[in-house]
């Protein structure tokens, strides 16, 4: 059995804002209440990147039409003892998404831990 650092991306929606750094702050901070009052806060939260189609420079992943804004989130939480990293994957999604009702999840990338970052 390993250890693993699962991340994930959840798409936020954020109504009646008019700037994107509003939008930003109003979705980690609503992410980040909701996990803590399910005792998660030990999932870190932050608003995602999505590079640029033209010229690749990353850029925060969040959108405002109609003082409407979908923020994209990155969800980073470690896994212990997990049978592989599918076992990891699903263990994290089923734990995040049980706080998070309603807010679409996606695993993008999962890590195993070497043994000195499993010590922290």
Known sequence: MSNYLVAMEAAWLVRDVEEIDDAIGVAVSEAGKRLNESQMDYVEVEVGVTPCPACGEAFDSAFIAADTALVGLLLEMKV????STQHAARIAKSEIG???RDVPLKVIETFELEDEERDE
């Open 98 to 100: 049980g706080a998070l």
């Open 80 to 83: 212990f003892n997990a049978d």
